[in-house]
């Protein structure tokens, strides 16, 4: 099975701020593009972000971004607004057992 | 707009069964895979089991295998876990999820609200 690990598991930030999360896949040999993200805010159901590790979900917000290939990526939210304060997950669909990260807690500074 | 709506949860005790529900809308269900998704309380998320179009493929964790089962019903747009031999780790919050990709679901587009399991004596 791939394991995903995210970097950092919690994080305390500021509107406006610039916030990186970065998901590592645990397998040697590339998962090439299969990477989503996904954002949770308590009591409610995942969400969409962002597919095939750059592609913008339809809907979301263009301060979303993400990046990478291979075993590396990045979500990346360029001005975080208060409404961004949630938790973010990583999500690998090259193989089953499909595997998500542990997830990236975010909170208000 | 679509929708998915899970239903059937409840407190089962172990070694009890126990079958979720989801109804969709909104889109053309027969043209999609269709995952199941839980989380236990305070944890992160598990991807359980898909079935593609037309419920000739279903894939599960190993965790969930010879105990649950995941099916379709393409006239009714409905997708259903039945859930066996249930254990306390079982406990979670189950999430219906749409697939996107013909041959592979290469992501979860549309989610459903979840229903609570709930295994315990």
């Known amino acids: 099975d791939i394991q995903m690990t995210q970097s950092p598991s919690s994080l305390t930030a500021s509107v406006g701020d610039r916030v990186t999360i970065t998901c590592r896949a645990s397998?040697?040999?590339?998962?090439?593009?299969?990477l989503n993200w996904y954002q949770q805010k308590p009591g409610k159901a995942p969400k969409l972000l962002i597919y095939a590790a750059s592609s913008l979900e339809s809907g979301v917000p263009s301060r979303f971004s993400g990046s990478g290939s291979g075993t590396d990526f990045t979500l990346t939210i360029s001005s975080l607004q208060p409404e961004d304060f949630a938790t973010y997950y990583c999500?690998?669909?090259?193989?089953?057992?499909?595997?998500f990260g542990p997830g990236t807690k975010v909170d208000i500074k | 707009e679509v929708q998915v709506v899970e239903s059937g949860g409840g407190l089962v005790q172990p070694g009890g069964s126990l079958r979720l529900s989801c109804a969709a809308s909104?889109?053309?269900?027969?043209?999609?895979?269709l995952t199941w998704v839980r989380q236990a309380p305070g944890k992160g998320l598990e991807w359980v089991a898909n079935i593609n179009q037309d419920g000739s493929k279903k894939y599960y964790v190993d965790s969930v295998k010879g105990r649950f089962t995941i099916s379709r019903d393409n006239a009714k747009n409905s997708l259903y876990l039945q859930m066996n031999s249930l254990r306390a780790e079982d406990t979670a919050v189950y999430y219906c999820?749409?697939?996107?990709?013909?041959?592979?679901?290469?992501?979860?587009?549309?989610w459903g609200q979840g229903t609570l399991v709930t295994v315990s004596s």
């Open positions: 909104g889109f053309t269900f027969s043209s999609y895979w």
């Open positions: 999500q690998q669909s090259y193989s089953i057992p499909f595997t």
């Open positions: 397998q040697s040999d590339s998962i090439s593009s299969y």
């Open positions: 999820a749409r697939g996107q990709g013909y041959n592979y679901p290469y992501y979860f587009d549309s």
